[in-house]
């Protein structure tokens, strides 16, 4: 018998990024359904309000430790951040969601990646990579996919 090392842990360190992004899915994903279900009781400005409340009581201890080592001059830059990236979509998304479905909510969120790849090769100049815009398509399609799916199933 040796007495090497066991490698038991490396095939639970490799899951951990997928397990990640499974649990990201669940909760990215819930939010169309569950912005819906408080458009029934509340006013859009509110669910955006909450949402932001609630993420920002989440990510509290992680913003302490991160604005320690923060530059005190990048903090308006970083106010605006908050706002454009999220503070507006909140609310935007929030209204959008009483006119149309959650199904259809979710395809237009999906064309992120695909306009975020637009823009930066038509403003930026930015230089993609083929496999970037396959990845991009694949994940448009299969977001279309599943939307036209689930149509069909009601």
């Excluded at 951040?81 to 479905?101: E, K, W």
């Excluded at 306009?115 to 230089?127: A, E, K, M, N």
Aim: proline share 5%; hydrophobic share 55%.
């Amino acid at each position: 018998m040796t007495n090497q090392p066991s490698n038991q842990s490396e095939p639970r360190k490799d899951l951990l990024p997928f397990i990640i992004l499974a649990v990201l899915s669940l909760i990215w994903g819930s939010s169309f359904i569950l912005m819906k279900r408080g458009l029934e009781v509340f006013a859009p400005m509110h669910v955006a309000a909450l949402r932001i409340a609630i993420s920002g009581v989440v990510l509290f201890p992680f913003a302490v430790w991160g604005l320690k080592s923060l530059d005190k001059r990048n903090l308006p830059y970083l106010l605006l951040c908050g706002v454009l990236g999220n503070g507006i979509p909140a609310i935007l998304f929030s209204t959008a969601q009483r006119y149309i479905n959650s199904s259809t909510s979710a395809l237009l969120n999906s064309l992120t990646p695909l306009s975020t790849l637009l823009i930066g090769v038509l403003v930026f100049r930015v230089v993609v990579e083929r496999a970037q815009v396959l990845g991009v398509l694949i994940g448009f399609v299969g977001a279309t996919l599943l939307v036209v799916a689930a149509r069909g199933e009601q």
